[in-house]
């Protein structure tokens, strides 16, 4: 059996170092969720 795989391109607000990961791999997110926050 094959693993139906997805993949999601999200844009940033601005350009930055990632500094803060809110999930995990497997993780379900609801619309709207702050996925990573953004540094300097």
């Known amino acids: 059996m ?3 795989k ?3 391109r999200i844009q940033a607000p601005k ?3 990632v500094v ?3 999930f995990s791999e497997g993780d379900r997110v ?3 969720a702050t996925l ?3 540094g300097d």
């Open 20 to 22: 803060v990961l809110n």
């Open 30 to 32: 609801d619309m709207g």
């Open 36 to 38: 990573v926050e953004l």
């Open 6 to 8: 997805m993949e999601h």
């Open 15 to 17: 350009a930055g170092e």
């Open 2 to 4: 094959e693993a139906m």
